[in-house]
C-alpha cells in the first residue's frame, strides 16, 4: 500500500509542477469583460479565450464528460488491478495466509468494478428522472 502511495505522490508532483505555467497564464488573464459587437471575451494582446466545455456548454454535459473519464480511467485500473491479483495468487505457491490475501485483493477489485460499472447506469437514472421530472411526464 505505502508503495502505491508513493507511486501516486511520485507522479502528481510533476504533473501539477506541470500545470504551474497554465495557472500562472490563467491569473494573468484580466476576465470578464466582453466585446460588444463580438459577444466574445475583450482581449488585450490579441488572445481570445474559448469556451472549455466546448459545444455542450451544460452543466449536465460536462458532469456526463467527466463521469466517462473516469469510467475510462477506473476501467484500465480495474484491469491493472486483476493482472496484478492473478500475480498474487500465483506468487502465494499456495501459502494459505497469502492466498487468502490474494482473495481479498480480488474481492474488493471485482466490488470496485462492480461500483465502477454502476455508477454509469445510476447517473442515467438519475438523468432520467431529473429529465421526467423537469418536463412533467
Known amino acids: 500500500m505505502s508503495s502505491l502511495l508513493s507511486f501516486v505522490r511520485s507522479l502528481f508532483l510533476p504533473l501539477a509542477i506541470s500545470f504551474?505555467?497554465?495557472?500562472?497564464?490563467?491569473a494573468k488573464s484580466s476576465g470578464n469583460e466582453t466585446n460588444a459587437s463580438t459577444g466574445q471575451p475583450a482581449t488585450s494582446n490579441g488572445v481570445?479565450?474559448?469556451?472549455?466545455?466546448?459545444?455542450?456548454?451544460?452543466?449536465?454535459s460536462l458532469l456526463?464528460?467527466?463521469?466517462?473519464?473516469?469510467?475510462?480511467?477506473?476501467?484500465?485500473?480495474?484491469?491493472?488491478?486483476?493482472?496484478?491479483?492473478?500475480?498474487?495468487?500465483?506468487?502465494?505457491?499456495?501459502?494459505?495466509?497469502?492466498?487468502?490475501?490474494?482473495?481479498?485483493?480480488?474481492?474488493?477489485?471485482?466490488?470496485?468494478?462492480?461500483?465502477?460499472l454502476g455508477a454509469e447506469a445510476i447517473a442515467q437514472g438519475i438523468q432520467a428522472t431529473v429529465g421526467a421530472l423537469s418536463t412533467g411526464s
Open 20 to 26: 504551474l505555467p497554465l495557472v500562472a497564464t490563467a
Open 48 to 60: 481570445t479565450l474559448l469556451n472549455p466545455l466546448g459545444s455542450g456548454a451544460s452543466l449536465p
Open 64 to 116: 456526463t464528460s467527466i463521469l466517462q473519464l473516469v469510467v475510462e480511467i477506473g476501467s484500465i485500473v480495474v484491469i491493472l488491478m486483476l493482472v496484478y491479483v492473478g500475480f498474487k495468487f500465483v506468487a502465494a505457491r499456495g501459502e494459505p495466509g497469502k492466498i487468502t490475501e490474494a482473495r481479498q485483493m480480488l474481492l474488493w477489485t471485482i466490488v470496485g468494478a462492480l461500483i465502477l
